[in-house]
């Protein structure tokens, strides 16, 4: 008997209802409500390139609906691109500096109660003895007002040289971001907020949102970070695939569907790691992942291996590993991997599953933009010190046959959720700084 049809046995032998095999469905009450108005404010913010530096890049230009909220790159160009997803380039003008170091996340459910820890890194994460209630390598940054740990995340990207801030000398956000003006008058998000409030379009509605606003007090950066995060989390919350329908018993899985969720949760143990309603265990692990790219280092460092969690803690057994991700719609957000190295989402499984003495075998294939990186792309894996270490960190894994892959294929197919892939209200047509709009 072969290992799949052990599992598919096991699971129909099992109980019905039976604790600990599958987890309890999402529902209302794993996420927070906002007003209708709320988030058709962070709508129009999501997509409004006022936010960045030089006002040419929005949120939405890497965690675009085209591409199921990333941008269908490997490695993607913030500051100093044109054009969205796989057809994005560098401006001749205004040269990017490198690639973004790491593969734009998708954003479904990114506002669920249960997600803790935000970024590869998880260099955000809820923290209830902190004042503010979170950690982040921001701290003397930090100010109260974040509504959640989602709103909160937005505070890195637009400080980003390389993602949205710009570089130096371009704009007065990122010149106040070099000399180190984040918080307080004349800060980096001061300056973003004053943008904003100067649109009597965007203060009306911020008026309508927030009485302290409506009583006077000046929009803050951390209100257009509130109305964005109620914005992603209720045009991407994603409970409405066919296995959330299964979890609240309605039809259950049948085929190979339940072939692969039967290993999912059996032999094959991907719920030791992609466990609970949100398939995540919010933890990091280190699974022999290619890097390509700059990695995340310091900008003064080239070519070497992105050490994932070990840059947040500095601890030897972090090294390598990265945050579990979240499973809806996984079928449709690739490139996968947290640098994006992987294409063939097949092929990144079967790697997955056995993480040990492959990378020298890795097609070293991505998607990127048409840029000429000043560093080699593939540095860290044509270096064989560099790929001994990252596989060394990982686990030894079972290995899937090429059968178990075709059902694990099915079951994750069957975490599409098409109503969150739409999004819920779309792309505006207009928003109010007059800039042009993604599509």
Not at 227 to 256: Q, Y
């Amino acid at each position: 008997m072969t290992r799949l049809a052990a599992a598919l046995m096991a699971a129909l032998a099992a109980p019905p209802g039976l604790a600990g095999s599958l987890p309890a469905p999402l529902s209302d009450a794993d996420f927070a409500a906002s007003l209708e108005a709320e988030i058709r404010l962070g709508q129009l913010l999501f997509y409004d390139p006022i936010l960045s530096g030089n006002r040419t890049i929005s949120c939405a230009t890497c965690h675009h609906p085209r591409f199921a909220t990333g941008d269908g790159l490997s490695l993607g160009l913030g500051e100093g691109g044109i054009g969205l997803g796989p057809d994005r380039h560098a401006d001749p003008a205004n040269r990017p500096e490198r690639l973004i170091p790491r593969n734009a996340p998708p954003l479904f459910n990114m506002g669920a109660a249960g997600v803790t820890v935000l970024f590869a890194d998880g260099r955000i994460e809820t923290d209830a003895s902190r004042p503010t209630g979170f950690r982040t390598p921001m701290e003397d940054e930090m100010v109260a007002g974040f509504a959640n740990l989602l709103s909160a995340q937005t505070m890195f990207p637009v400080l980003s040289p390389d993602e949205m801030a710009g570089h130096y000398q371009e704009n007065d956000v990122a010149r106040a971001v070099r000399q180190g003006f984040i918080t307080g008058p004349g800060g980096a998000w001061d300056r973003i907020a004053d943008r904003v409030a100067a649109l009597p379009a965007y203060r009306t509605r911020f008026e309508a949102v927030y009485p302290e606003i409506a009583a006077g007090r000046p929009i803050a950066f951390t209100d257009i970070s509130n109305a964005i995060a109620a914005f992603v989390a209720a045009e991407w919350r994603a409970d409405d695939s066919a296995f959330d329908h299964a979890l609240r018993g309605g039809p259950p899985l049948t085929g190979p569907a339940a072939e692969g969720q039967a290993l999912f949760y059996g032999a094959a143990g991907c719920d030791g790691c992609h466990s609970g309603p949100l398939l995540s265990d919010m933890g990091f692990h280190a699974m022999g992942a290619p890097q390509l790219g700059p990695g995340k280092v310091e900008r003064f460092e080239t070519g070497q291996a992105d050490p994932g969690r070990f840059r947040v803690t500095g601890h030897a057994a972090d090294a390598f590993a990265f945050r579990t991700p979240m499973l809806r719609n996984v079928t449709r957000t690739g490139p996968w991997g947290h640098a994006g190295g992987d294409t063939d989402l097949r092929a990144f499984l079967a790697r997955h599953a056995a993480p040990r003495k492959v990378l020298d075998r890795h097609p070293r294939e991505a998607v990127l933009p048409h840029f000429d990186s000043p560093q080699p792309v593939w540095a860290v894996l044509d270096d064989p010190e560099a790929r001994a270490a990252i596989e060394a960190a990982a686990k030894p894994g079972p290995g899937l046959a090429p059968d178990e892959i075709e059902a694990l294929m099915a079951f994750l197919e069957a975490l599409t959720d098409e109503t969150a892939l739409a999004g819920r209200l779309g792309i505006p047509d207009a928003v109010p700084s007059g800039r042009p709009v993604d599509r």
